[in-house]
């Protein structure tokens, strides 16, 4: 069982909120078609929004029954930042 948000999530509960992360590209993201190509085939939820920092980051949907009452973006917690070359 994890501590999030106030509440306690069981792993099942967890699973769900995983499997539900939505990845967050910055839009001045270039040369990325290949991890686009690859999201869409695995179909992984993502969105491409200006980020303040990092190339990527993530933000967890709205979910009334696990008690997440609005999208909960990491932008400014959790990012990642790709180098050109890789």
Known sequence: MQYFNN?????KEIKVIL?????????????NKHIIDYFEKKKISYE???????DYS????ENAEL???RKLYFTN??????KADS
């Open 7 to 11: 509440y306690y999530y069981t792993d």
């Open 19 to 31: 499997d539900s992360i939505i990845i967050i590209i910055d839009t001045r993201e270039r040369d």
């Open 48 to 54: 491409i929004k200006k980020l303040n920092i990092g």
């Open 58 to 61: 993530f933000a967890i949907p």
């Open 67 to 69: 008690h997440i009452n």
């Open 77 to 82: 917690i959790c990012v990642i930042e790709r």
